[in-house]
């Protein structure tokens, strides 16, 4: 139900994502993939539970461990997403991911391109991080973060990642909600490698939920975490060279290479309405803001209040 009190903006806006939400559907020329198919238990395997005729799986985290789940193959560049149901209750210090990394390969320079669902205490709002980062250059994070319009621990949404050689897109339930483009003063800070995308649930209390003031509490637990109908529409890569091999997957030929006029108009809206935390209006944190930046006095203005935030992701 809608508070009476809203402005019509914001309910004409949330009409609009609401709407958005019936498209996220895989685009075309994506098919899912079975589980077992494309992933296999990373850790926690006894917490690792495919369902759903292998079309779905559940992780968990409890008193034993947590749990999480990669790809099978490491690809460069493509389309990746799963439709993921959150835990329900409270969640604080639950941390939630699908995320691409190659970090048991390239364990000193690894790569990186993040979401994070960061959990809550019962009636605040949900938070999703996003991030990517290239040579290891971890120190030089370039975290977003969002409010939901939807509570994504009562149903299925989907989570998308566009990554090609120039652009990273993210999405939401087909709503993209953020576009990184490479520039050349990146240099090794841009995702380059192939990766594995990967699945997870674990406790990150130190700094996840209100900058870690509110900890995981295992008496709500066990945890358990959805994600269902899976694609994997990407170019293979040799595991030992490294090197793409996209003549396996002829459906990595068909996938977008940026966004229409029409869906930036949607990202922008997104944007001004719940984006609360931007790198590159972090002061703080660079003096001087990271290449790609195109600074936004609104936005920066607009952002200042929220911008109190522990970012040790």
Not at 131 to 159: C, I, Q
């Amino acid at each position: 139900m809608v508070p009476c009190c809203y402005p019509l903006g914001f309910l004409l806006f949330s009409i609009l994502m609401a709407v958005s939400s019936a498209s996220s559907t895989p685009p075309p020329n994506s098919p899912t993939v079975f589980f077992s198919q494309g992933f296999s238990p990373l850790y926690g395997n006894q917490n690792v539970i495919p369902y759903g005729d292998d079309r779905s799986v559940q992780i968990s985290m409890d008193v034993r461990s947590s749990s999480g789940f990669a790809t099978k193959e490491i690809f460069l560049h493509g389309y990746f997403s799963s439709t993921i149901k959150l835990p329900e209750n409270y969640t604080a210090g639950v941390v939630v991911t699908f995320y691409a990394s190659n970090g048991q390969i390239f364990p000193t320079n690894h790569d990186e391109i993040d979401f994070e669902f960061l959990g809550r205490v019962q009636g605040q709002d949900w938070v999703l991080q996003t991030n990517m980062y290239g040579g290891g250059s971890t120190a030089r994070g370039r975290e977003e973060r969002y409010v939901l319009w939807f509570d994504p621990s009562k149903g299925f949404h989907r989570y998308a990642v566009l990554w090609t050689e120039d652009r990273i897109i993210f999405y939401v339930d087909g709503v993209p909600i953020r576009e990184v483009q490479r520039v050349a003063a990146m240099g090794g800070d841009w995702p380059a490698k192939p990766m594995n995308f990967i699945g997870t649930i674990w406790n990150g209390s130190d700094w996840a939920t209100n900058g870690g003031r509110d900890k995981l509490n295992m008496a709500y637990g066990p945890y358990i975490a959805k994600y269902s109908d899976f694609v994997l529409n990407g170019c293979p890569a040799d595991p030992i060279k490294f090197t793409p091999e996209c003549e396996k997957n002829p459906g990595f030929a068909t996938i977008p290479v940026g966004i229409t006029a029409k869906e930036r108009t949607k990202m922008k809206r997104f944007r001004r309405k719940y984006m609360r935390y931007s790198y590159c209006h972090d002061r703080a944190r660079y003096k001087v803001p990271l290449p790609e930046c195109a600074l936004d006095r609104k936005e920066e203005a607009r952002l200042r209040s929220f911008m109190h935030v522990n970012l040790l992701s």
